[in-house]
């Protein structure tokens, strides 16, 4: 099966740097790639996502990046804020049959201090 | 409406107890999802109905059990639970061929 490994499990910036997140995956029939946001208490929300023939995507201060030969793909924030503080987990998704498996990575907890 | 609604926020049971947990969803997913998610751990999935089929049951204990009476229903029903089986109860829903899912805000249950 697939298997998303994260890093870094925590992450501390100071307003207005910027944040790097680093995935990888290992199954190649993998092909979108989201990221989700969870803060305290509630669910994960999708903050931007990436499919396989796209090797970058950006979104405000939020980019992705997938390198799809080396099966590693990348969260950036820039100009981060207080309210970027949360836990971020990356994705591998693999369609067909009806559905869509996602596997998660540990996730990283980002505090963003002001 | 993009919204995953899941009932109730919070339940605490007794071990003995049986009770449900309810999610819904009006955006025409066909696909639908229970993940179970532990302290400081990513989701993990458990189930996933497809066209109101289960497709996967990820070795789940019998103990938990999914129901899909419509397409836009999903219900885990809940009996003899363990306290280890605390945690917070995540549905999700996808259109079957892929893109986002997207998550309710899930039900934190306490096994005591």
């Known amino acids: 099966g697939e298997n998303v490994e994260q890093h870094p499990s925590t992450l501390s910036v100071q307003e207005g740097d910027s944040a790097v997140i680093k995935c990888t995956y290992s199954d190649s029939a993998s092909n979108y790639f989201p990221w989700y946001k969870q803060e305290l208490g509630k669910g994960p929300q999708l903050i931007i996502d990436i499919r396989s023939n796209v090797g970058e995507k950006k979104d405000q201060r939020i980019a992705v990046t997938l390198n799809k030969t080396a099966k590693h793909f990348s969260l950036h924030i820039t100009e981060t804020q207080p309210e970027d503080s949360a836990v971020y987990f990356c994705?591998?998704?693999?369609?067909?049959?009806?559905?869509?498996?996602?596997?998660f990575g540990i996730g990283t907890k980002l505090q963003v201090i002001p | 409406d993009t919204e995953v609604t899941q009932t109730p926020k919070h339940l605490v049971m007794g071990m003995t107890n049986k009770k449900s947990l309810k999610c819904e969803q009006h955006m025409g997913h066909r696909a639908m999802y229970w993940y179970k998610q532990k302290a400081k751990k990513p989701p993990e999935l458990m189930f996933v109905?497809?066209?109101?089929?289960?497709?996967i049951n990820e070795s789940v204990p019998s103990r938990f059990s999914p129901e899909c009476p419509n397409s836009s229903l999903l219900n885990l029903h809940l009996h003899a639970l363990q306290p280890e089986d605390s945690a917070l109860y995540l549905c999700?829903?996808?259109?079957?061929?892929?893109?986002?899912?997207?998550f309710g805000q899930g039900t934190r249950l306490t096994v005591v």
């Open positions: 109905y497809s066209y109101e089929k289960l497709s």
């Open positions: 999700a829903s996808s259109h079957p061929g892929g893109g986002e899912a997207f």
């Open positions: 994705a591998a998704t693999a369609g067909g049959g009806g559905y869509q498996k996602v596997t």
